[in-house]
Each structure stands twice: as C-alpha cells, then as structure tokens.
C-alpha cells in the first residue's frame, strides 16, 4: 500500500490514492497506519481523489481511531500540495468536496502555501450542533471535572467548542480537552480549543482534536477559534493565529466566511508491508528470567 506524507505545521498526515488499495481502509487498518509504534504514524489519513459530481475532487479524511472527519484546514492544504505534486492542479483555484461541504483552494509558492476558503462559520448550536433550545453558542459555561469553562461553539464544517481562557498550556489541553470532546452537550463530539488573545490581530491557542488527541496544529481549530475573537469583538477581521506547530493567517468577510493560508510540507513517500497488519499487538504481559529458566509473569 503505496503513501505520501506531508504536514502542515506538525499536523502529519498520509495520502493514500484509493488505486492504490483493493477495496475500502477498514476501520482497523486506519488505526494501524496511524499508530506511531506498530504502524506508518500520522495524525489521519487523507483517503483520495474520488471522483465528484459537484467538484474538481472529493476527498476522505480519516482519524486516527477510524472515525472520518467532516473538514480539515491543514489536511485541505496537503491534499492540495499532493494534487499540485502529481500535476493534476496548478496555481490556478479549484474545488475538493469533503463532507463538511465544498472548498475552494489554491496553490502557490510552488505548491508550498495554499489558501483554502474554509466556508462561512455559524454558532448556531442546531449546525454545531450543540444539545438545547436553538441559539448562538456564545459565552456559555461549562463544569467540567470541578473547573468551570467559559465557552462558545462553532461550526466550520466540523464542530468545534473554544475556552475561553487567560495563559495556555499543553497541559491544560491534554487534560481537559479529552472530557471536553465527549461530553453530553455535543452529540457529535467536538474538536476543542483553548484561546488566549495577544492583541487585536494576533490569537493563541492550544488543541484537542476529536478522535485524534492533542495537535500541534490545525486549520479549522484556528478558523473557529479566530472566528470567535472576531465575533466578540477581541480582534480585527485579519488574524495570526499561534499555535505549538507555527503559525496560520486566518481572514473574514463581514458574514464570517473564512479564508486561510499557510504552508504543507512534504516529508516523504513509501509503501506498507501487508505483514504490519498481521500482526498482533503484544499481549500485556513480559517475560521475567527466573534463574536458568524463563517464566511470563503479568504486568499489573
């Protein structure tokens, strides 16, 4: 199973043609390839070009644990960066639908930086979606393992729930996003962000990603995000947004249709050996050497 890798500001991701494979990636075959001991390593898999009735392309996009994703901003600019590397785009805009809708993209510096129109964010709680009554998802609060958050929700495709919050860590995203991303009020799960605002241009924020973990960078976690600055009135419309990976422009029109460019990276290609998916991951136990002889004994 042939691949190419590429990342987009540390988010890594695998291309895989569906040529290149007989019949669909199970759900199991995902997690394998993503897995960074047993497997390639990557934070999803892009899964195209298919064929589209209403664009230039369609594309897949897979997380690690199997579940597919509805958009994303870095895995849209490296999937671009692969269509200009294989000569069937050029520095000319085209359009790749994915299940969060359909996004324009275009190509430049040599297929080095690539702008995506992202779409228009919305914060209404029934396109998020978010459970109750229908509203914007605005400077909401939430208790989440005795720590109250204060929140708002948005949609770019994909849902998203941003913290509102004073200085970022890691630490405060691996510890609270994965409660974040499970709990009750997002049916869907939810991509979560923690945003700290510098000035009225510049954001930082740090990333849980739903059914993918903590993220070093992505697109449509900085599109969300600055579409919130933006909607409170924190920033102007043009936005860096700094993430742990690097850095994002992110700009809206006045009704928050978003456009985002930066740079995807091209690492290397390879191809999987049908023996990796064979195997078995090593039962929890170790031997322990007894004298002369060898007894397994279980870790506990």
């Not at 692969?82 to 359909?102: A, I």
């Not at 390879?270 to 078995?280: A, P, Q, R, V």
Request: hydrophobic fraction near 35%.
């Amino acid at each position: 199973m042939k691949y190419v890798k590429y990342h987009g500001l540390g988010n890594d991701y695998l291309v895989i043609r569906p040529a290149d494979i007989v019949g669909n990636l199970e759900t199991s075959q995902v997690q394998r390839i993503c897995d960074r001991n047993y497997g390639v390593g990557s934070d999803g898999i892009l899964f195209g070009p298919f064929d589209s009735d209403t664009s230039d392309f369609r594309l897949r996009i897979l997380n690690p644990d199997g579940s597919e994703a509805e958009k994303s901003g870095n895995g849209l600019r490296i999937f671009s960066r692969y269509l200009y590397d294989q000569g069937l785009v050029h520095e000319t805009p085209f359009t790749v639908e994915t299940l969060g809708g359909t996004v324009t993209c275009h190509v430049h510096n040599g297929g080095r930086t690539v702008t995506v129109e992202m779409g228009k964010v919305s914060f209404l709680s029934t396109l998020i979606p978010v459970a109750g009554e229908e509203r914007e998802v605005l400077r909401e609060h939430m208790d989440i393992a005795g720590t109250t958050f204060e929140y708002c929700a948005a949609t770019v495709g994909n849902p998203h729930c941003v913290i509102l919050s004073g200085p970022i860590t890691p630490e405060l995203a691996r510890q609270y996003g994965p409660l974040i991303e499970i709990d009750s009020r997002f049916p869907h799960r939810t991509n979560v962000q923690f945003l700290e605002v510098l000035d009225c241009r510049n954001i930082r924020i740090e990333i849980w990603e739903r059914g993918a973990g903590y993220t070093l960078a992505s697109g449509s976690s900085s599109t969300a995000a600055a579409a919130v600055a933006y909607k409170l009135g924190f920033c102007d419309p043009i936005i860096t947004v700094h993430m742990p990976g690097g850095n994002l422009a992110i700009s809206f029109s006045k009704d928050f249709t978003a456009t985002m460019t930066g740079p995807a990276t091209r690492v290397c290609d390879g191809s999987m050996d049908l023996e990796m998916f064979e195997e078995k991951r090593p039962s929890n136990h170790a031997f322990h050497l007894d004298g002369n002889s060898a007894t397994l004994r279980s870790r506990r």
